[in-house]
């Protein structure tokens, strides 16, 4: 199955810790890459691969993986953080499935 | 730096057909795959499309085999989806989007504006 997972929202206190993660089978065999989306706005690639940030993305953000579980950990979450996070994976088939989204409350 | 825009999206009635185009520019359209992804009103992202830098590998889900065709002109720089049998449900905010590489089983990098398209009677 292709389908992801993940919990629909997620709240944080300004400056505390937040992971946010993505269920899949999927996840087992690629890595998950994760986007930010504000609203009204195009989403924007924060983490690929293992754990890649793209130029500009701050180093809070961070990515890891384990079995059918990717993560996006933010360290020290800001009030700019708050913004809906989609996870994303791909098959052998080319299919590129979204996980549901996680909408993120910086508190 | 990466553009890429949209256009094409406007209000159809169910059945009928469209088609979207995207232009790109800022960097060598010809060595990337691209795709096309949708965002219904209020609702999460969902890709609907890819294809290789040479048109050689294209991927569809499900919801749209045998409906949609994506394809694209390298010389022009652009991507297109034709849009047939349009359905209400077929009613989203349509991005155009490049991969960071050659094939469609890549990741997805950067992102246009969108388009909107809406499926009413």
């Known amino acids: 199955s292709s389908e992801l997972t993940q919990d629909p929202a997620v709240s944080v206190a300004l400056g505390q810790t937040v992971r946010i993660t993505c269920q899949g089978d999927s996840l087992r065999s690629y890595y998950a890459s994760w986007y930010q989306q504000k609203p009204g706005q195009a989403p924007v690639l924060v983490i690929y691969?293992?754990?890649n940030r793209p130029s500009g993305i701050p180093d809070r953000f961070s990515g890891s993986s384990s079995g059918n579980t990717a993560s996006l950990t933010i360290t020290g979450a800001q009030a700019e953080d708050e913004a809906d996070y989609y996870c994303n994976s791909r098959d052998s088939s080319g299919n590129h499935p979204f996980g549901g989204g996680t909408q993120l409350t910086v508190l | 730096e990466v553009q890429l825009v949209e256009s094409g999206g406007g209000l159809v009635q169910p059945g009928r057909s469209l088609r979207l185009s995207c232009v790109a520019s800022?960097?060598?359209?010809?060595?990337?795959?691209m795709h096309w992804v949708r965002q219904a009103p209020g609702k999460g992202l969902e890709w609907v499309s890819g294809i290789s830098w040479n048109s050689g590998s294209i991927a569809y889900v499900d919801s749209v085999k045998g409906r949609f065709t994506i394809s694209r002109d390298n010389a022009k720089n652009s991507l297109y989806l034709q849009m047939n049998s349009l359905r209400v449900e077929d009613t989203a905010l349509y991005y155009c989007?490049?991969?960071?590489?050659?094939?469609?089983?890549?990741?997805?990098?950067?992102w246009g504006q969108g388009t909107l398209v809406t499926v009413s009677a």
């Open positions: 800022g960097f060598t359209f010809a060595d990337y795959a």
């Open positions: 989007a490049k991969d960071m590489g050659i094939a469609v089983a890549g990741t997805i990098q950067h």
């Open positions: 691969g293992k754990n």
